[in-house]
């Protein structure tokens, strides 16, 4: 936000009666706040005297309410405003004597057509900058900022883009063109979470920030249509948002006077409106819910839910499995898991409504899904089938596939109710009712927030308290305060609790009605009251910005929405200055990069965590991990001490060691031991200070659905694009039949066939890959089959060559087995048996070829009938200990080299054809030169000589 617009939005601000006061500095999102920085003071209020400030600090005009402030050293520095009456409240404001002086400026030019975006760079100093820079508006560098950028380019910067997903890095194109940069990027919707990186050139003693953002395909704008309606909330209602898990810059926000969107984190706004005739005046003024989605932005208005889409706005009912009416309210997720494992063949829901009796859940396009009633309920909870059970609330948890719901319970329902929290589970639709109960009045209601954890926490608020439940619901309790009764109502002039904001990084804001805002960190006990940063005349609501910074939203009297950036790390450290907290450790760090990991079978994954810490505190990493028991661990400590500091490295490694081969139940035995586990780690202490409590991240055990198998040697270059049909002899196909089969060949499906001799022979190279590119060449166990039904090839290994103690399994046998099913299935990983074993099989004919073959057993594939032809494999794994993918691929081999017998029928009807021909053109020959010979014979010889006499 520009120094502009925070001076009109302060001033707007200071219209109102309470008397408060602030700062900001030209940094965005203040991440420069140094010795190096302007700190704009500015008081709202009536008795303003003058600043007290440390003299360690200089001050353009300590009498005027609005003033800039320079502290040339480093440290906590104490501002305060001298006013007539009351102390105003001093602020102890951190100021860092930081290298880092100047910041990554980018623009985004999207180019559809090839679905690429291309970023624009530059440095700038906010300093220094232009007003649009500032603004984040600006198409070009500012002067300065160009000269800035070049200097730097001079002495070797020469910036890039990271993602911090998927772990891919890209380059300028080009040199540094007038005073920019130019890198382009495929455009992404998972891989969202970018950084701009450089090789820390210093120039003037200064470096350039590293700079964090979210960055996705561009999202459609819906369209403000001129003749179409405000909708909003009932008047005098507090702000009603809604924003993407994933991309928390797209954000919708009803108000009691419009509804706005935004893709850009308020940097820029559209009102959104609905045609007329559709919703009455009453009606369009009630709105009690809303969500944004990528299906749409979703209405609650007295009981009925309605979407609104960039062409529509329609009223969702029976038609799509949901009731007419008495919808209580409607959710979406909070927390971006962009990577999942689902189990079951279904889907994942994204979004929830519910009545106070049932729950709907929304699948694909507008489907919706009745998972839950209160009589379904009452019988998991064992509860009298003659009380009442009412469903208050459903949210989303931090954990991809589940829902929690808030239940009350009552038998007489005349002065209190108990209240119940069960989860539900999207893969496997079970229930499970959370150890946790309480009695609350009958007139107290409780809103839920899942926080971003690895086991179901919770923070449960009504109007005057805030209840956690942490470590999977064995610590409960209320929120403490300063005084000790854990009501913030006393602490904030009898105000009721409004809104609870929590982030990735285990912030808990509170904020009342009146813009109190109270503090906390998950899993502490206790809030703290932050200095005071708007009156209690203006609507706010907080969010969450593109770079992953709070910002406050206002509403203005004019019924536009503002938004300002919101210093939380300064104001948490001003508060807790005098406690004396600090946090208990000086390091804790890891290399956990990706928020989603996924196992296979024989693979594990080892990560590590680590916390520095003064000697004797006795710290040491937690890992908490939550879901099915189907990981085994192991854990290595190790342990340092230096320069009175601890250094404890805890590494683990999550595994799997069954084996899966000769099960009696393969698919059974597979099922039980896949899912998804969510871990975090966390130090064993920390406070309120500290910048970072926990790393939350996925670990799935199960089929990569990005994995595949290819054949090595087969391209789609090496020959002609084109379907063509060819004839398969019917003494060549397995089943014998009647006819010969005509196949079409489908270049899409089976790709350019390889071309070999028919005396060569052929052994399959399978090569193993991911949505990453290649991982491994496979050594396992594999088989292949003419997927047309041929069965004029064989295997030049036979069962004693390989070493088979019993005669192995072949096609022929396992056919036989498996007479009901498809070729396709007959066999593979769950039903392999080796052939290796004195134990196990009967001796039989090991004189057979051996049809399983391997990268290192010698087996190939080889032609023995003599004749050219054209065959179309398929080859599947065939270990059952190598994947939990049925990893399969198709090729095709086409031999040549071998003139095929003829047929003799075909020869003599040839022959045939042939004579007949030759005769029929020795007739037509003797009659066309008998009429030349006629004609030459009756026409005058003397007409001839004429002619030569006249020549």
């Known amino acids: 936000m520009s120094a502009g617009g925070v001076a009109a939005l302060l001033c707007w601000l200071s219209c109102c009666t309470s008397a408060l006061w602030r700062y900001y500095c030209y940094s965005p999102n203040y991440l420069i706040f140094s010795t190096r920085s302007t700190i704009i003071l500015e008081y709202e209020g009536t008795s303003f005297s003058e600043w007290k400030v440390p003299e360690t600090c200089s001050i353009e005009d300590k ?300 699948y694909g396009s507008l489907r919706f899904l009745k998972v839950a009633t209160t009589a379904k309920l009452k019988t998991l909870l064992k509860l009298s089938p003659t009380a009442t059970l009412t469903i208050h609330h459903v949210e989303y948890t931090a954990h991809p596939l589940e829902i929690g719901l808030l239940l009350y319970y009552c038998s007489t329902c005349t002065a209190t109710k108990n209240v119940y929290i069960v989860i539900y589970n999207e893969d496997t639709k079970q229930f499970v009712c959370q150890d946790f109960t309480i009695e609350i009045p009958m007139d107290n209601f409780f809103t839920p927030y899942f926080i971003f954890s690895s086991m179901p926490d919770v923070i449960l608020h009504d109007k005057h308290r805030i209840h956690y439940c942490y470590q999977n619901f064995t610590i409960t309790g209320i929120l403490e305060t300063p005084t000790g009764n854990g009501n913030l109502s006393t602490l904030s002039h009898d105000s009721v609790i409004q809104e609870v904001y929590l982030d990735y990084f285990g912030n808990v804001l509170i904020k009342m009605e009146n813009n109190i805002i109270f503090y906390s960190k998950t899993n502490i006990r206790d809030a703290v009251k932050l200095h005071l940063w708007a009156n209690d005349r203006t609507k706010m609501s907080i969010f969450m910005s593109a770079s992953g910074e709070i910002i406050l939203v206002y509403l203005l009297d004019n019924g536009k929405l503002q938004a300002q950036s919101y210093p939380l790390k300064l104001e948490i450290q001003s508060i807790t200055f005098k406690s004396q907290d600090k946090c208990p450790y000086a390091a804790f760090s890891n290399n956990v990069f990706n928020t989603f990991y996924i196992l296979d079978k024989g693979e594990n994954l080892t990560l590590w965590a680590e916390i520095v810490y003064p ?95 290819a054949v090595k040697g087969f391209n789609n270059k090496d020959c002609l694009h084109h379907d063509f049909s060819y004839v398969i002899e019917k003494s060549y196909l397995r089943d014998r039949p009647s006819e010969n089969l005509k196949v079409r060949f489908d270049w899409k499906k089976y790709g350019c066939p390889l071309k070999l001799d028919s005396k060569e022979k052929f052994q399959p190279s399978i090569q193993l890959f991911n949505a990453n590119g290649f991982i491994e060449d496979v050594k396992a166990n594999f088989i292949v089959w003419e997927i047309h039904g041929r069965d004029d090839y064989s295997f030049n290994n036979t069962m004693k060559q390989s070493g088979c103690a019993h005669e192995a399994q072949t096609w022929k046998s396992m056919i036989a087995l498996n007479k009901h099913l498809p070729l396709d299935d007959v066999w593979g990983p769950e039903n392999y048996r080796h052939c290796f074993s004195y134990a196990i099989g009967k001796p039989g004919d090991l004189n057979q070829p051996y049809e399983i073959i391997n990268s290192s057993n010698g087996n190939h594939i080889y032609w023995p009938m003599g004749h050219s032809g054209m065959y179309v494999f398929r080859v599947k794994i065939l270990d059952p200990n190598y994947s939990y993918c049925n990893l399969t691929a198709i090729f095709a081999v086409e031999t040549t080299g071998v003139i095929p017998r003829p047929n003799a029928y075909l020869v003599a009807s040839l022959l045939f054809v042939l004579m007949l021909l030759f005769l029929s053109i020795l007739v037509l020959s003797y009659f066309h030169y008998m009429t030349i010979y006629r004609q030459n014979i009756y026409e005058p010889l003397h007409k001839l000589q004429s002619k030569q006499k006249k020549n």
């Not at 029976?318 to 494992?341: H, Q, V």
């Not at 490295?649 to 000769?662: G, K, L, P, V, W």
């Open 63 to 362: 009498r005027s309410p609005r003033t800039q402030l320079r502290c040339h050293s480093p440290g906590f520095q104490l501002i305060k405003p001298i006013v007539t009456g009351p102390d105003e409240e001093e602020r102890y404001l951190s100021v860092e004597d930081s290298p880092i002086c100047f910041l990554w400026y980018f623009r985004v030019i999207n180019f559809t057509h090839n679905l690429t975006q291309s970023l624009i760079l530059w440095v700038y100093d906010p300093e220094n900058a232009d007003s649009s820079e500032l603004a984040r508006t600006a198409k070009v560098p500012s002067l300065n900022s160009m000269v800035l950028t070049k200097m730097l380019a001079a002495l070797g910067q020469a910036p890039f883009i990271k993602t911090l997903l998927k772990q891919k890095t890209y380059f300028p194109t080009d040199d540094i063109v007038q005073g920019t940069w130019r890198i382009t990027i495929p455009m992404a919707a998972t891989d969202a979470l970018k950084m701009i990186v450089d090789n820390h050139i210093i120039f003037q003693d200064c470096f350039v920030a590293e700079l964090h953002f979210l960055l996705t395909a561009p999202l459609l704008r819906l369209p403000e249509t001129p003749h179409f309606l405000p909708i909003t909330s009932p008047p005098g209602s507090p702000l009603i948002s809604s924003w993407f898990p994933c991309l928390p810059s797209v954000v919708v926000v009803v108000s009691d006077q419009e509804t706005f969107q935004t893709n850009d984190s308020f940097h820029t706004l559209i009102r959104v409106r609905v045609p007329p005739n559709i919703l009455s005046d009453d009606e369009r003024h009630s709105v009690s819910d809303v969500t944004i989605t990528t299906s749409g932005i979703f209405f609650l208005i007295r009981g009925v839910l309605y979407m609104k889409t960039a062409f529509t706005f329609v009223r969702l009912g029976r038609k799509n499995n949901l009731p007419d009416g008495g919808l209580t309210g409607i959710s979406a997720r909070k927390w971006c898991s962009g990577e999942y494992l689902f189990k079951s063949k279904g889907k994942r829901s994204w979004m929830a409504t519910w009545t106070q009796h049932e729950v709907y859940l929304a």
């Open 615 to 709: 000697e004797n505190f006795g710290l040491f990493v937690m890992v908490d991990a939550y879901g099915p028991k189907i990981l085994e661990q192991k854990r290595e400590i190790a342990y340092e001490i230096a320069s009175g500091y601890c250094t404890k490295t805890m590494t683990i490694t999550f595994y799997q060691s069954i084996n899966y081969e000769a099960v009696n139940d393969y698919f059974k035995l597979q099922d039980q031991n896949t899912g998804t586990l969510l871990v975090d780690f966390q130090p064993s202490q920390f406070s309120k200070t500290c910048a970072v409590v926990k790393k939350v991240f996925q670990v799935a055990v199960g089929c990569d659905r990005g994995k595949f198998i």
